[in-house]
C-alpha cells in the first residue's frame, strides 16, 4: 500500500537553530501534503497544507515564517523551523493523499518528535 | 466544544477482554479513520470507513451516520493493542478533525 515517510524520527537542537523534517511519499506522487503538531495528550492540529508548485497554506495562528514549508516536487515537503525556541518542542506528523484513490483517505508520517534545548 | 469527542479517555483493560472506543461528532462527514499512535508517536490508519462495519483481524470499526458515532472495537485484546487510538472526521471542506484519542492499556 502507500507509504508517507518522514525524517528525521527525533531530533535535539539547541535554542536559535534550525531544523528541517522531510515528509517523503514513496509509491505514490501527493500533489498535496498536510503538516500537523501534536501537544502531548492533546490531538493532532493542523498546521498547514502543502502544495505543490505553490505557496503552503498556513492555519490561523501559525506563523509562516517560523514554520517555513516547501513541497518543490511531488514526493516530498519539507517542514523547516526556524530560530527553534523550546516552546517549539512538540511532535510534528506529516500526511499525504495520493490522487489516485478517494479523497477522503490519508496516509501518515511517522513522526517527527523535536527537542529545542 | 471539540468537533469530535472520544470516550474514554483512558483505558485499563485486562489481557483477553473485549475493548469497545466510542466517537462522536458533530459536523457532516465524507469519512472517518481511526488510528492507531504507538507510545513512540508514529500513526498508523486503522480504517477508513464512511458507512456499516468493516473488520480487521480483531479489530472492528462500525459508524452510524444518522447517529454521527461510531466506535473501534478490540475482540480478545493483547498488551500489544496498547495505544492511543485517534478517530479522525474528514470534513467536505477537505479538512480533518481529530479528536483527542483514547489511550488504550492492556495489561498481562
Redesign the interface.
Known amino acids: 500500500g502507500a507509504v508517507v515517510s518522514q525524517h528525521p524520527?527525533r531530533v535535539i537542537c539547541k535554542s536559535g537553530t534550525s531544523v528541517k523534517i522531510e515528509c517523503r511519499s514513496l509509491d505514490f506522487q501527493a500533489t498535496t501534503m498536510?503538516w500537523y503538531r501534536?501537544f502531548p495528550?492533546?490531538?493532532?492540529?493542523?498546521m498547514a497544507t502543502s502544495n505543490e508548485g505553490s505557496k503552503a497554506t498556513y492555519e490561523q495562528g501559525v506563523e509562516k515564517d517560523k514554520f517555513l514549508i516547501n513541497h518543490a516536487s511531488l514526493t516530498l515537503s519539507t517542514l523547516t523551523v526556524t530560530s527553534a525556541h523550546p516552546e517549539d518542542s512538540s511532535?510534528y506528523?506529516c500526511s499525504a493523499r495520493d490522487p489516485r484513490r478517494?479523497?477522503?483517505?490519508?496516509?501518515?508520517?511517522?513522526?517527527t518528535?523535536l527537542t529545542v534545548v | 466544544k471539540n468537533e469530535v469527542e472520544q470516550s474514554p479517555q483512558n483505558l485499563t483493560a485486562q489481557e483477553g477482554e473485549f475493548i469497545t472506543i466510542n466517537c462522536s461528532y458533530s459536523v457532516g462527514i465524507s469519512a472517518l479513520h481511526w488510528l492507531q499512535q504507538h507510545p513512540g508517536g508514529g500513526i498508523v490508519s486503522l480504517f477508513m470507513l464512511s458507512s456499516g462495519k468493516k473488520k480487521h483481524g480483531r479489530l472492528i470499526a462500525t459508524i452510524n451516520i444518522q447517529e454521527k458515532h461510531s466506535s473501534l472495537h478490540i475482540t480478545a485484546s493483547h498488551p500489544r493493542d496498547s495505544a492511543v487510538y485517534i478517530c479522525a472526521v474528514y470534513h467536505p471542506n477537505n479538512q480533518f478533525y481529530f479528536g483527542t484519542g483514547t489511550s488504550l492499556t492492556v495489561i498481562p
Do not use: V, W
Not at chain 1, 495528550?41 to 493542523?46: E, F, G, N, W, Y
Open positions: 524520527s498536510f501534536q495528550k492533546q490531538s493532532l492540529m493542523l511532535f506528523i478517494p479523497n477522503t483517505e490519508a496516509f501518515f508520517g511517522q513522526g518528535r
